[in-house]
């Protein structure tokens, strides 16, 4: 299997299907095509998210600012599955994730057909030789060789304070429904469910689902990745609470407040 993930909208994936289909015979899974363009921070974590829920694959992530320029293309060994890229970050938290030892390999390839479009003549044709020589070789690979730089990414960890009921963390990414997702993991305010929490000393109610509130109301919950999210009822919670990537949130709790 190959998935595929990227920011290029339409029609380009095409043509990286095109490629591998021509190199290999891979199941082709797409991931999606909408990550926001050119954000590799929010490509990272959507991935991080997404691929421990695939068997062993190998995975070709595409966001790539830096496309045409001097940075190096990275194909990265986490466990039984591969994941090809650009050597900007993209790729290590979800490597993590799917692995407790990650090894990092630099691809070298040949002039590619255009600077803009490597995705196309650089990473699909990567994914596809990973893919017929099998992860467990890439170090047998001629392309490949272990990377002594390599960019790294990770995400901020929040401060928590369990004694004070109090934790601050940001926003690190705005999902397609307009909930905030921070990272303060739910678990700190399990006692205020059902209640509320301060969200920068606005009093806001923790609930477990959108639904407990009226359309259009704000709440705190925590959602499918774990950690607290501001969420909107058939709204976009970015926009209510005034919050967008980066964003400092300080949260604090009392147990018996109600909301």
């Known amino acids: 299997m190959i998935t595929l993930a990227s920011d290029f909208g339409v029609p380009y994936p095409a043509a990286m299907r095109g490629v591998i289909a021509s190199d290999c015979d891979a199941r082709m899974i797409d991931i999606t095509h909408q990550f926001p363009r050119q954000d590799v921070r929010t490509a ?15 995975h070709c992530a595409v966001v790539d600012p830096g496309v045409g320029t001097d940075r190096s293309a990275l194909v990265v060994r986490a ?3 591969a994941l090809v890229g650009p050597d900007n970050g993209l790729l290590l938290p979800a ?7 990650v090894e990092v390999f630099e691809w070298a390839y040949d002039d590619p057909g255009s600077a803009t479009f490597h995705g196309r003549d650089v990473f699909a044709p990567a994914a596809a030789t990973v893919h017929d020589s099998g992860v467990a ?21 929040p401060t928590i304070e369990e004694s004070n009921a109090r934790a601050v963390g940001e926003v690190l990414v705005v999902d397609g429904f307009g909930n905030a997702i921070t990272n303060v993991p739910g678990t700190v305010c399990e006692s205020a469910m059902g209640g509320v929490i301060r969200v920068n000393d606005e009093r806001v109610p923790v609930e477990r689902s959108y639904a407990t509130r009226d359309p259009g109301d704000r709440l705190v919950t925590v959602g499918s990745h774990g950690n607290l999210e501001l969420a909107v009822n058939q709204g976009r919670g970015e926009n209510a609470f005034g919050v967008t990537t980066g964003t400092t949130i300080k949260f604090e709790w009392e147990i018996d407040e109600k909301a």
């Open 79 to 81: 466990g039984e599955h």
């Open 44 to 58: 990272a974590f959507w991935l991080r998210e997404v691929l421990p829920y695939y068997p062993p694959a190998v």
């Open 95 to 101: 490597a993590r994730q799917l692995a407790d030892t």
């Open 137 to 157: 070789a890439i170090d047998a690979l001629d392309r490949a060789t272990r990377a002594e730089e390599h960019v790294d990414r990770s995400f901020p960890e």
